[in-house]
């Protein structure tokens, strides 16, 4: 380990954020995920097939809960102490996030004790800590407010780091949604402004050497995985359809597509939903009436029969949305469909390459105990953003040391 910058990725999802740091030149030490699925996921691209983790013995290759690996292996967590330059992650959003039912008593919001636990235990270097928007938004009860942000800061300043936060709008970075995060860096020896200065400087000229844009549109992230491209029997799944690829048109998916046969080949993951009848009508009426890129309601009485939230017509020319884990939300720009997991994972910036893994969906009280593929995809961290982020650490590690 000595000149290598190691890196522990907790609260690993399905493995956005190891994928940009793998791409930007780190070496992962391990990941912890609960969830069987999104580890599956994990250790399938980053395991299996990339070996990007120098995994411990001491530790299982398997899911694995914080809480546990807290009672069971605290010995071990400390004599890593020294040797770990960065732990990357954030505890699970969706009990702050404000594109749901923001729940002050959702057990998962307990877990950011557990991170901190953790980060006292290894004593790394340097800390990203990624979360929703609604993170800094106070909750009100009968104690009064608790801003989980603040707790955050305040608990690893206690623990002798340096720390800032910003809402990072990553829809600057290369990625095509308008997607808002909450990221906090925390410094033992440099000072965290540093890196968010060299991540908005950098930008521009990361972007160019990838052959994207800053701002990069729907139609230049999805438009060679039309339905018109073609489709093929899904290889997984028994009486659905797949994607076949169509000519690549921007920088873009050329990126995305990058070291894999994708000539007359469906794209992994890139199944379509067998829609109802009436299902295909209300989008086609959706694609029709409803202005493109702007979220309608029943309410607003555009269409009949509309027996959803909210739900956006993408705008080929512009950005999506915030991708989340409830695939009906987005209607596609050009055909009468919602999206695939594949589709998803392009505008999250996740290269062709990675491949998914469990079921697609899962519904009602199951979605807070299950994490199927588009769940997966929309807790992700954006890889490209991901990668500017381990860069930037790097770039303002690489300088002497402040005094």
Known sequence: MANEKIYIDIFAGCGGLSTGLLNAGWTGLFAIEKNADAFATLKHNLIDNKEHFQWPKWLPVKECDINVLLKDHADDLMALRGKITLVAGGPPCQGFSMAGKRDKNDQRNKLVKSYIKFIKLVLPQVIIFENVHGFTVNFKGKKGTKQYSSYVERALRRLGYKTMHQIVDMSEYGVPQNR????????????????????????????????????????????????????????????????????????????????????????????????????????????????????????????????????????????????????????????????????????????????????????????????????????????????????????VLSHEQPK
């Open 180 to 395: 808002k995060r909450f990221i906090l860096v925390a410094m033992r020896d440099y000072f965290p402004k540093d890196v968010f200065e060299t991540l908005a400087r950098n930008k521009e000229a990361f972007c160019l050497s990838k052959g994207i844009s800053c701002t990069t549109s729907i139609k230049d992230a999805i438009g060679d995985l039309e339905q018109a491209n073609g489709s093929m029997p899904s290889p997984d799944t028994k009486g659905f359809m797949a994607g076949i690829y169509g000519p690549e048109q921007s920088g873009y998916q050329h990126l995305m597509r990058s070291g894999i046969k994708t000539t007359g080949s469906i794209a992994d993951s890139h199944r379509f939903v067998n829609h109802r009848k009436n299902t295909i009508k209300l989008h086609k009426e959706l694609l029709e009436k409803a202005p493109v890129g702007k979220r309608i309601t029943p309410s607003d009485n555009i269409v009949e029969n509309l027996n959803r939230r909210g739900v956006t017509v993408l705008d080929a020319n512009a950005q999506a949305p915030t991708i989340t884990s409830i695939p009906d939300e987005l209607v596609h720009y050009k055909e009468p469909r919602i999206l695939t997991v594949r589709e998803h994972a392009r505008i999250q910036g996740f290269p062709d390459w990675f491949e998914f893994k469990g079921q697609y969906t899962s519904g009602g009280k199951q979605r807070k105990q299950e994490v199927p593929r588009y769940t997966q995809v929309g807790n992700a961290v954006p890889p490209l953003f991901a990668e500017q982020v381990g860069l930037a650490i790097l770039e």
